[in-house]
């Protein structure tokens, strides 16, 4: 396949945040029949061991340093931890090629990579690289365990040289050659925003860490940054497996996120508590003021006590009838028949039950008769004036009688 249809091409889809905060890619390439890479993901540890020593004998060296890398890695960041597990791998694969596992002369590469928070430590051997994406500059972490490397070092040869070199395949170190092989250890400070790339030499071999760069600048989601950056590798020739983890340093972001998450939750759940607080205190106010307020309405013609106020809510009455009385709405004044169709309030049960009352006089009062007082009255009167006439009556017939004695 061609490099243009190959080529990445920017999208919105692509132009968007990263879904993930890592991915990685593994593939045979174009040349090889077989995938003798293999990796590890399982933040905080990230790994990429590209084995050698041929067809069934590369694959499992890696296989075994993976395998035995993840089962020894520290849970947390720990250097010496991170190196003993790697001296095991080396162990472990000597044995391997001894006891018919795998065939003498299998070894692999190992880069180990732990990051944690905006902390990374890393483990070398053999030309499996790690680099850091850094304020958009890519930076080589490791150093090869190669004779390229060496040559360079020594200035016998140009970087560019070095690539095309027939030696170029040639490793200076590797697991399972040497019992006593240490991997070299780094200890790196990082930022979030950086981005950690860690990958066999079938990408940095096919493709300028200037491309690599571009990729990774481009491309904000680890796991497409990772298959773009093997699909290069690929599209350049893909002369040897490709292997690539990206993984995005998150630094402090992720456990900020968990606190503000932690206390937004908080949050609102007060706010919840405190609505709650407020909708029950307002509640039972509303529920104690309704059954203490009351007014005067009518039911059938009569006078009727009701607790609570002449109202709806809802489609819920906000008023309970206690009592329908004696008094009969025809016997009140005509203007406070007409107020009892809206209701009459007042201020408590009491206030009512005397509303009701003084109702009810008033309509006493008017029932009467016309006349009946003053008969009442002239019918006092009469029985004064005898009673007087009477008092008077021995005077006179005293005086008579001393008249008749004269």
């Known amino acids: 396949m061609s490099r243009d249809k190959r080529s990445y091409r920017s999208t919105q889809r692509t132009r968007r945040g990263a879904v993930t905060t890592f991915g990685s890619r593994t593939d045979v390439g174009c040349v090889r029949d077989h995938n003798e890479d293999s990796l590890v993901v399982a933040p905080p540890l990230f790994a990429v061991a590209d084995g050698m020593g041929g067809h069934a004998a590369g694959e499992v060296a890696s296989e075994i340093a993976v395998n035995v890398l993840a089962e020894l890695a520290p849970k947390d960041l720990d250097g010496a931890a991170l190196e003993h597990a790697v001296e095991e791998a ?241 016997s009140l004044q005509p203007g406070t028949a007409s107020r009892l169709q809206e209701g009459i309030r007042v201020d408590n049960m009491d206030a009512a039950h005397n509303l009701v009352q003084q109702y009810r006089d008033e309509a006493a009062q008017r029932s009467k008769p016309e006349g009946s007082e003053q008969a009442a009255s002239t019918q006092a009167n009469g029985t004064a004036t005898t009673g007087d006439a009477a008092a008077n009556a021995p005077a006179v017939a005293s005086q008579t009688g001393a008249g008749t004695q004269r």
């Open 90 to 330: 080396n162990h472990e694969i000597i044995r391997a090629a001894r006891d018919g596992r795998g065939r003498e002369g299998m070894g692999t590469t190992l880069t180990a990579c732990m990051l944690e928070n905006e902390r990374l430590i890393i483990a070398q051997v053999g030309d499996s690289r790690a680099y850091l994406l850094h304020h958009g500059k890519l930076q080589q972490l490791t150093r090869d365990h190669s004779l390229m490397a060496d040559m360079v070092e020594a200035g016998q040869l140009t970087p560019e040289e070095a690539r095309h070199h027939p030696q170029r395949s040639v490793i200076t170190r590797a697991l399972g050659s040497d019992p006593n092989t240490r991997p070299d250890m780094y200890e790196i400070n990082v930022e979030t925003g950086d981005r950690l790339l860690v990958c066999s030499d079938g990408l940095s071999s096919m493709i300028e860490d200037e491309q690599i760069e571009a990729v990774m600048r481009r491309v904000p989601d680890p796991q497409r940054c990772a298959s773009q950056l093997v699909n290069e590798a690929i599209a350049a020739g893909g002369h040897d497996n490709v292997t690539v983890i990206v993984s995005n340093v998150t630094g402090f972001a992720e456990k900020r996120r968990r606190k503000l998450a932690r206390k937004t939750k908080f949050s609102v759940a007060l706010v919840l508590v405190l609505f709650l607080a407020i909708l029950g205190g307002g509640a039972w106010g509303v529920h104690t003021w309704l059954h203490t307020t009351a007014y005067l309405g009518e039911d059938n013609g009569k006078v009727a006590v009701y607790e609570g106020i002449p109202a709806d809510f809802l489609g819920m009455h906000l008023y309970k009838q206690q009592e329908v009385t004696d008094v009969s709405v025809d």
